[in-house]
Protein backbone atom coordinates (compact mmCIF):
# COMPACT_ATOMS: atom_id res chain seq x y z
CA UNK A 1 0.00 0.00 0.00
CA UNK A 2 1.09 3.46 -1.12
CA UNK A 3 0.62 6.23 1.63
CA UNK A 4 0.86 9.73 0.89
CA UNK A 5 0.93 11.82 4.09
CA UNK A 6 0.70 15.64 3.81
CA UNK A 7 1.59 17.71 6.24
CA UNK A 8 2.82 22.01 7.08
CA UNK A 9 5.01 20.33 9.66
CA UNK A 10 7.71 17.73 9.74
CA UNK A 11 11.34 17.53 10.95
CA UNK A 12 13.44 19.15 11.72
CA UNK A 13 10.61 22.11 11.42
CA UNK A 14 8.19 20.82 14.20
CA UNK A 15 6.63 23.05 16.66
CA UNK A 16 3.83 21.81 17.80
CA UNK A 17 1.56 18.36 18.30
CA UNK A 18 0.69 17.76 15.52
CA UNK A 19 4.25 17.80 13.61
CA UNK A 20 5.34 15.24 16.34
CA UNK A 21 2.31 13.07 15.92
CA UNK A 22 3.31 13.26 11.66
CA UNK A 23 6.82 12.31 12.79
CA UNK A 24 6.14 9.25 14.71
CA UNK A 25 3.50 7.91 13.05
CA UNK A 26 5.84 8.47 9.64
CA UNK A 27 8.51 6.31 11.44
CA UNK A 28 6.22 3.65 12.67
CA UNK A 29 4.12 3.49 9.06
CA UNK A 30 7.44 3.60 7.06
CA UNK A 31 8.55 -0.51 8.27
CA UNK A 32 5.12 -1.60 7.14
CA UNK A 33 4.24 0.27 3.67
CA UNK A 34 5.25 2.77 1.30
CA UNK A 35 5.20 6.13 2.63
CA UNK A 36 6.14 9.56 0.72
CA UNK A 37 5.47 12.42 2.78
CA UNK A 38 4.53 15.75 0.91
CA UNK A 39 5.83 18.90 3.63
CA UNK A 40 5.74 22.44 3.25
CA UNK A 41 8.85 24.50 3.52
CA UNK A 42 12.48 24.62 2.29
CA UNK A 43 14.78 20.98 1.52
CA UNK A 44 14.83 18.18 3.87
CA UNK A 45 16.34 14.81 3.99
CA UNK A 46 14.61 12.88 1.43
CA UNK A 47 15.02 9.77 3.61
CA UNK A 48 12.63 9.56 7.20
CA UNK A 49 13.19 5.93 8.69
CA UNK A 50 12.85 4.71 4.83
CA UNK A 51 9.26 7.23 3.58
CA UNK A 52 10.22 9.35 0.79
CA UNK A 53 10.18 12.81 1.76
CA UNK A 54 9.36 15.47 -1.11
CA UNK A 55 9.40 19.38 0.03
CA UNK A 56 7.14 22.22 -0.86
CA UNK A 57 7.72 25.86 -0.41
CA UNK A 58 5.98 28.81 -0.73
CA UNK A 59 5.12 29.75 -4.46
CA UNK A 60 7.09 33.14 -4.98
CA UNK A 61 4.07 35.34 -6.45
CA UNK A 62 2.56 34.86 -3.26
CA UNK A 63 5.56 36.57 -0.80
CA UNK A 64 2.89 39.51 -0.11
CA UNK A 65 -0.46 37.31 0.55
CA UNK A 66 -2.41 36.91 3.61
CA UNK A 67 -0.47 33.89 5.52
CA UNK A 68 -3.98 31.73 4.49
CA UNK A 69 -3.60 32.62 0.81
CA UNK A 70 0.32 31.15 0.99
CA UNK A 71 -0.95 28.52 2.51
CA UNK A 72 -3.73 27.52 -0.05
CA UNK A 73 -1.29 28.07 -2.81
CA UNK A 74 1.63 25.87 -1.51
CA UNK A 75 -1.45 23.39 -1.26
CA UNK A 76 -1.93 23.46 -5.06
CA UNK A 77 1.35 22.94 -5.82
CA UNK A 78 1.07 19.09 -4.14
CA UNK A 79 -1.68 17.80 -5.98
CA UNK A 80 0.09 16.47 -9.33
CA UNK A 81 2.56 14.24 -6.95
CA UNK A 82 0.19 12.89 -5.15
CA UNK A 83 -0.85 10.49 -8.47
CA UNK A 84 -0.09 7.13 -7.49
CA UNK A 85 -1.09 6.80 -4.03
CA UNK A 86 -3.57 4.39 -2.52
CA UNK A 87 -4.60 6.80 0.74
CA UNK A 88 -3.82 10.31 1.01
CA UNK A 89 -3.52 11.21 4.50
CA UNK A 90 -3.35 14.88 5.72
CA UNK A 91 -3.18 16.55 8.75
CA UNK A 92 -4.34 19.99 10.37
CA UNK A 93 -6.49 22.95 7.67
CA UNK A 94 -2.89 23.94 6.45
CA UNK A 95 -2.91 20.70 4.58
CA UNK A 96 -6.48 19.61 4.27
CA UNK A 97 -7.42 21.42 0.62
CA UNK A 98 -4.36 19.64 -1.12
CA UNK A 99 -5.39 16.28 0.52
CA UNK A 100 -9.24 16.67 -0.63
CA UNK A 101 -8.11 18.30 -4.02
CA UNK A 102 -5.97 15.66 -4.35
CA UNK A 103 -8.19 13.07 -3.48
CA UNK A 104 -10.93 14.03 -6.17
CA UNK A 105 -8.17 14.61 -8.81
CA UNK A 106 -7.11 11.15 -8.65
CA UNK A 107 -10.13 9.68 -7.77
CA UNK A 108 -8.11 8.32 -4.25
CA UNK A 109 -9.73 7.81 -0.61
CA UNK A 110 -8.83 11.03 1.46
CA UNK A 111 -7.79 10.26 5.75
CA UNK A 112 -7.15 13.61 7.23
CA UNK A 113 -6.43 13.97 10.75
CA UNK A 114 -8.31 16.03 13.06
CA UNK A 115 -5.83 17.71 15.20
CA UNK A 116 -7.51 20.92 16.07
CA UNK A 117 -10.60 22.47 14.95
CA UNK A 118 -11.01 26.13 13.42
CA UNK A 119 -14.67 27.32 14.92
CA UNK A 120 -13.18 26.11 17.98
CA UNK A 121 -10.11 28.95 17.24
CA UNK A 122 -11.86 31.85 16.62
CA UNK A 123 -9.07 34.06 18.11
CA UNK A 124 -7.36 33.23 15.00
CA UNK A 125 -9.08 35.75 13.45
CA UNK A 126 -6.90 38.22 15.12
CA UNK A 127 -3.91 36.79 13.40
CA UNK A 128 -4.97 35.78 9.95
CA UNK A 129 -7.96 38.36 9.78
CA UNK A 130 -9.87 37.15 6.73
CA UNK A 131 -7.83 34.72 6.35
CA UNK A 132 -9.16 32.81 9.00
CA UNK A 133 -12.32 32.70 6.69
CA UNK A 134 -10.33 31.00 4.10
CA UNK A 135 -8.92 28.39 6.81
CA UNK A 136 -12.38 27.61 8.29
CA UNK A 137 -13.61 26.68 4.84
CA UNK A 138 -10.56 24.68 3.44
CA UNK A 139 -11.26 22.78 6.63
CA UNK A 140 -14.63 22.20 6.60
CA UNK A 141 -14.85 21.34 2.79
CA UNK A 142 -12.15 19.19 3.49
CA UNK A 143 -14.24 17.33 6.19
CA UNK A 144 -17.31 16.84 4.72
CA UNK A 145 -15.63 15.24 2.07
CA UNK A 146 -13.49 13.09 3.33
CA UNK A 147 -13.27 8.85 3.10
CA UNK A 148 -12.65 9.13 6.62
CA UNK A 149 -11.39 11.50 9.53
CA UNK A 150 -9.40 10.44 12.23
CA UNK A 151 -9.96 12.02 15.69
CA UNK A 152 -7.31 12.31 18.32
CA UNK A 153 -9.72 11.66 21.13
CA UNK A 154 -13.05 10.65 22.02
CA UNK A 155 -13.55 14.56 23.01
CA UNK A 156 -12.00 16.01 19.70
CA UNK A 157 -14.59 13.30 17.74
CA UNK A 158 -17.84 14.64 20.10
CA UNK A 159 -16.00 18.59 18.62
CA UNK A 160 -16.05 17.24 14.95
CA UNK A 161 -19.44 16.25 14.93
CA UNK A 162 -20.88 19.35 16.90
CA UNK A 163 -19.41 21.33 14.51
CA UNK A 164 -19.72 20.09 11.68
CA UNK A 165 -23.40 17.68 12.35
CA UNK A 166 -23.56 16.65 8.42
CA UNK A 167 -20.77 14.98 8.76
CA UNK A 168 -21.52 10.76 8.91
CA UNK A 169 -20.42 9.63 12.35
CA UNK A 170 -19.73 6.61 10.94
CA UNK A 171 -16.54 8.50 8.93
CA UNK A 172 -15.33 9.42 12.42
CA UNK A 173 -12.54 7.63 13.78
CA UNK A 174 -10.87 7.96 17.60
CA UNK A 175 -7.44 7.21 17.24
CA UNK A 176 -5.47 8.55 20.17
CA UNK A 177 -2.16 10.71 19.74
CA UNK A 178 0.65 8.81 21.18
CA UNK A 179 4.39 8.72 22.78
CA UNK A 180 7.96 7.46 22.20
CA UNK A 181 8.59 6.49 25.50
CA UNK A 182 12.53 5.21 24.74
CA UNK A 183 12.79 8.76 23.81
CA UNK A 184 11.11 10.66 26.31
CA UNK A 185 12.29 9.59 29.52
CA UNK A 186 12.92 10.47 33.02
CA UNK A 187 16.79 12.48 33.46
CA UNK A 188 18.55 13.29 36.03
CA UNK A 189 21.37 15.95 34.59
CA UNK A 190 21.44 19.23 35.54
CA UNK A 191 23.06 21.11 32.37
CA UNK A 192 19.78 22.63 31.27
CA UNK A 193 18.97 23.69 35.04
CA UNK A 194 21.86 25.32 35.30
CA UNK A 195 21.92 27.11 31.52
CA UNK A 196 18.64 28.77 32.24
CA UNK A 197 18.48 29.51 36.19
CA UNK A 198 16.90 26.99 37.32
CA UNK A 199 17.29 25.34 41.06
CA UNK A 200 16.63 22.26 41.60
CA UNK A 201 16.49 22.23 44.84
CA UNK A 202 13.41 24.22 44.66
CA UNK A 203 9.87 23.04 44.05
CA UNK A 204 8.91 23.96 40.54
CA UNK A 205 6.04 24.34 38.19
CA UNK A 206 6.77 23.31 34.47
CA UNK A 207 5.35 24.94 31.42
CA UNK A 208 6.05 24.00 27.64
CA UNK A 209 4.04 25.22 24.87
CA UNK A 210 3.06 28.15 22.55
CA UNK A 211 1.76 31.69 23.28
CA UNK A 212 -1.61 31.00 21.84
CA UNK A 213 -5.37 31.74 23.33
CA UNK A 214 -5.62 27.94 23.09
CA UNK A 215 -2.84 27.09 25.96
CA UNK A 216 -4.02 29.53 28.49
CA UNK A 217 -0.90 31.06 29.76
CA UNK A 218 -2.41 34.15 30.73
CA UNK A 219 -4.52 31.75 33.68
CA UNK A 220 -1.52 30.20 34.66
CA UNK A 221 0.12 33.41 35.62
CA UNK A 222 -2.60 34.97 37.41
CA UNK A 223 -2.59 31.72 38.97
CA UNK A 224 1.21 31.80 39.71
CA UNK A 225 0.34 34.71 41.79
CA UNK A 226 -1.19 32.43 44.48
CA UNK A 227 1.61 29.45 44.41
CA UNK A 228 3.30 29.10 47.73
CA UNK A 229 6.27 31.35 48.28
CA UNK A 230 9.56 29.18 47.33
CA UNK A 231 7.75 28.04 44.41
CA UNK A 232 9.19 28.44 40.71
CA UNK A 233 7.86 29.14 37.68
CA UNK A 234 9.09 27.74 34.86
CA UNK A 235 8.27 28.65 31.26
CA UNK A 236 9.35 27.31 27.81
CA UNK A 237 7.55 29.37 25.21
CA UNK A 238 7.42 29.85 21.93
CA UNK A 239 6.40 33.13 20.00
CA UNK A 240 3.20 34.79 20.90
CA UNK A 241 0.69 34.47 17.77
CA UNK A 242 -0.45 38.21 18.19
CA UNK A 243 0.94 41.84 19.14
CA UNK A 244 -1.38 42.08 21.86
CA UNK A 245 -1.63 38.42 23.48
CA UNK A 246 2.42 39.12 23.65
CA UNK A 247 1.65 42.33 25.36
CA UNK A 248 -0.49 41.11 27.62
CA UNK A 249 1.27 37.65 28.48
CA UNK A 250 4.47 39.52 29.07
CA UNK A 251 2.54 42.47 31.55
CA UNK A 252 1.68 39.89 33.33
CA UNK A 253 5.71 38.10 34.34
CA UNK A 254 6.45 41.81 34.81
CA UNK A 255 3.54 41.88 37.48
CA UNK A 256 4.23 38.03 38.83
CA UNK A 257 8.25 39.17 38.97
CA UNK A 258 7.58 42.08 40.70
CA UNK A 259 5.62 39.93 43.75
CA UNK A 260 8.08 36.65 43.76
CA UNK A 261 11.54 35.47 42.42
CA UNK A 262 12.30 32.21 40.87
CA UNK A 263 10.55 33.18 37.73
CA UNK A 264 12.46 31.49 34.67
CA UNK A 265 11.63 32.26 30.99
CA UNK A 266 12.71 30.23 28.42
CA UNK A 267 12.37 31.40 24.39
CA UNK A 268 11.86 29.51 21.51
CA UNK A 269 12.52 26.18 20.49
CA UNK A 270 15.26 24.26 22.69
CA UNK A 271 16.51 21.05 22.21
CA UNK A 272 14.50 18.05 23.07
CA UNK A 273 17.21 17.01 25.56
CA UNK A 274 16.48 20.16 27.47
CA UNK A 275 12.59 20.09 27.37
CA UNK A 276 13.13 16.22 28.85
CA UNK A 277 15.39 17.77 31.60
CA UNK A 278 13.14 20.39 32.98
CA UNK A 279 10.00 18.16 32.83
CA UNK A 280 12.30 15.77 35.07
CA UNK A 281 13.18 18.01 37.45
CA UNK A 282 10.23 19.58 37.98
CA UNK A 283 7.74 18.82 40.65
CA UNK A 284 4.47 19.01 38.73
CA UNK A 285 3.19 20.13 34.67
CA UNK A 286 0.91 22.33 34.38
CA UNK A 287 -1.20 22.63 31.16
CA UNK A 288 -3.67 25.02 31.81
CA UNK A 289 -4.75 25.29 27.77
CA UNK A 290 -8.53 26.35 27.46
CA UNK A 291 -9.04 23.96 24.26
CA UNK A 292 -6.73 20.87 23.31
CA UNK A 293 -7.79 17.48 21.32
CA UNK A 294 -5.67 15.91 23.17
CA UNK A 295 -2.63 17.20 24.43
CA UNK A 296 1.05 15.36 23.59
CA UNK A 297 3.07 17.61 25.86
CA UNK A 298 0.98 15.80 28.80
CA UNK A 299 1.94 12.54 27.46
CA UNK A 300 5.77 14.26 27.44
CA UNK A 301 5.75 15.10 31.12
CA UNK A 302 3.94 11.67 32.32
CA UNK A 303 6.87 10.07 29.95
CA UNK A 304 9.29 12.20 31.82
CA UNK A 305 7.69 10.73 35.11
CA UNK A 306 6.15 14.03 36.06
CA UNK A 307 2.56 14.42 37.64
CA UNK A 308 0.41 16.92 35.65
CA UNK A 309 -2.14 19.44 36.48
CA UNK A 310 -4.23 19.83 33.45
CA UNK A 311 -7.94 22.04 32.79
CA UNK A 312 -10.52 18.96 32.06
CA UNK A 313 -11.37 20.20 28.71
CA UNK A 314 -11.08 18.62 25.54
CA UNK A 315 -9.31 15.36 25.42
CA UNK A 316 -7.27 15.80 28.29
CA UNK A 317 -9.22 13.54 30.69
CA UNK A 318 -8.40 10.92 28.29
CA UNK A 319 -4.53 11.31 28.77
CA UNK A 320 -4.59 12.67 33.25
CA UNK A 321 -5.94 10.08 34.89
CA UNK A 322 -7.60 12.50 37.96
CA UNK A 323 -5.82 11.34 41.33
CA UNK A 324 -3.80 9.22 40.12
CA UNK A 325 -1.38 10.45 37.51
CA UNK A 326 -2.20 14.18 38.68
CA UNK A 327 -4.92 16.28 38.60
CA UNK A 328 -8.07 17.90 36.56
CA UNK A 329 -9.04 20.98 36.89
CA UNK A 330 -13.07 21.55 35.81
CA UNK A 331 -13.30 24.80 34.17
CA UNK A 332 -17.00 26.31 33.06
CA UNK A 333 -16.16 28.25 29.56
CA UNK A 334 -18.17 30.70 27.61
CA UNK A 335 -20.19 28.69 24.96
CA UNK A 336 -18.75 31.35 21.99
CA UNK A 337 -16.11 29.19 20.58
CA UNK A 338 -13.00 30.65 22.52
CA UNK A 339 -13.05 28.56 25.61
CA UNK A 340 -12.92 31.43 27.74
CA UNK A 341 -13.55 30.79 31.22
CA UNK A 342 -16.84 31.81 32.60
CA UNK A 343 -14.93 33.36 35.27
CA UNK A 344 -11.14 33.55 34.79
CA UNK A 345 -10.41 34.65 38.77
CA UNK A 346 -12.54 31.39 39.53
CA UNK A 347 -10.50 29.30 37.37
CA UNK A 348 -7.08 30.95 38.75
CA UNK A 349 -7.70 30.56 41.97
CA UNK A 350 -8.57 26.62 41.16
CA UNK A 351 -6.09 26.40 38.88
CA UNK A 352 -3.38 27.42 41.93
CA UNK A 353 -5.29 25.10 44.37
CA UNK A 354 -4.98 21.79 42.06
CA UNK A 355 -0.99 22.86 41.79
CA UNK A 356 -0.39 23.46 45.45
CA UNK A 357 -1.82 20.19 46.73
CA UNK A 358 0.73 18.56 44.87
CA UNK A 359 3.12 20.70 45.40
CA UNK A 360 2.96 20.00 49.31
CA UNK A 361 2.79 16.40 49.14
CA UNK A 362 6.03 15.65 47.08
CA UNK A 363 5.50 12.14 48.05
CA UNK A 364 2.43 11.69 46.21
CA UNK A 365 3.59 13.83 43.38
CA UNK A 366 6.67 11.25 42.59
CA UNK A 367 3.68 8.48 43.06
CA UNK A 368 1.32 10.33 40.52
CA UNK A 369 4.65 10.79 37.95
CA UNK A 370 5.69 7.00 38.09
CA UNK A 371 1.82 5.95 37.26
CA UNK A 372 2.12 8.53 34.68
CA UNK A 373 4.78 7.02 32.87
CA UNK A 374 3.27 3.49 33.20
CA UNK A 375 0.34 4.83 31.91
CA UNK A 376 2.07 6.58 28.98
CA UNK A 377 3.76 3.09 28.02
CA UNK A 378 0.15 1.17 28.71
CA UNK A 379 -1.80 3.12 26.34
CA UNK A 380 0.00 5.50 24.07
CA UNK A 381 2.63 3.50 22.04
CA UNK A 382 3.06 4.35 18.38
CA UNK A 383 2.87 0.79 17.31
CA UNK A 384 -0.39 0.61 18.54
CA UNK A 385 -1.55 3.66 17.04
CA UNK A 386 -0.11 2.76 13.40
CA UNK A 387 -1.83 -0.18 13.69
CA UNK A 388 -5.16 1.31 14.24
CA UNK A 389 -4.46 3.79 11.72
CA UNK A 390 -3.70 1.46 9.02
CA UNK A 391 -7.21 -0.41 10.06
CA UNK A 392 -8.78 2.67 8.41
CA UNK A 393 -6.64 3.01 5.65
CA UNK A 394 -7.68 -0.13 4.47
CA UNK A 395 -10.80 0.59 5.12
CA UNK A 396 -11.30 3.28 2.76
CA UNK A 397 -9.09 1.88 -0.02
CA UNK A 398 -11.02 -1.72 -0.43
Known amino acids: MRIDIVTKEFPPSVYGGAGVHVAELTRV ?12 GGPRDPDYHGARVLTYEQPADFE ?82 AAAVIAVSEGMRRDILRCYPDVDPARVHTVHNGIDTQLWTPQTGTTALEKYGIDPSRPSVAFVGRITRQKGVPHLLRAALRLPEGVQLVLCVGAPDTKELAHEVNGLIARLREERDGVVVVEGMIPRAEVMEILSAATVFACPSVYEPLGIVNLEAMACGTAVVASAVGGIPEVVDDGVTGLLVPVEQVDDGTGTPVDEEAFAADLADALTRVLEDPDRAEEMGRAGRERAIEHFSWETIADR ?10
Open 389 to 398: TLEVYRAVAG
Open 64 to 145: SANGAVQTLATDLSILGPLEGADVIHSHTWYANLAGHLGGLMHDTPHVLSAHSLEPLRPWKAEQLGGGYALSSWAESTAYHG
Open 29 to 40: LASRADVRVHAF
